[in-house]
């Protein structure tokens, strides 16, 4: 399945801090399957690590809507949370 693939390809780039082609891979999965909800939770992770807190936050949001026992996603929205809340507070 392309969704499937496009993933994988994704967290290789990932895997390489190949973070520009990693978007680029889970975003194209997503518009393949709307309802596949690990490429928005990678999608997330690389907008986390960029420090795209607010993306990355939308991103973990929607996992959870698609599946709410993912505690991964669960757990990186408060973390992402918490981290830009710490960034607004150091004033950048």
Same mark, same amino acid.
């Given at each position: 399945?392309?969704?499937?693939?496009?993933?994988? +390809?994704?967290?290789?780039? !990932?895997?390489?801090?190949?973070?520009?082609?990693?978007?680029?891979?889970?975003?194209?999965a997503?518009?393949?399957?709307?309802?596949?909800?690990?490429? !928005?939770?990678?999608?997330?992770?690389?907008? !986390?690590?960029?420090?795209?807190?607010?993306? #990355?936050?939308?991103?973990?949001?929607?996992?959870?809507?698609?599946?709410?026992?993912?505690?991964? #996603?669960?757990?990186?929205?408060?973390?992402?949370?918490?981290?830009?809340?710490?960034k607004?507070? +150091?004033? !950048?």
């Amino acid at each position: 399945e392309l969704a499937a693939a496009l993933n994988e +390809r994704g967290q290789a780039r !990932y895997l390489r801090v190949e973070f520009a082609a990693a978007l680029q891979d889970f975003t194209a999965a997503i518009e393949c399957q709307p309802g596949f909800e690990v490429p !928005y939770y990678n999608r997330g992770l690389v907008r !986390y690590r960029l420090g795209d807190f607010d993306e #990355a936050m939308k991103d973990f949001r929607k996992v959870l809507e698609l599946n709410p026992q993912f505690e991964d #996603a669960a757990l990186s929205l408060k973390q992402a949370i918490l981290d830009k809340e710490e960034k607004q507070k +150091r004033g !950048y």
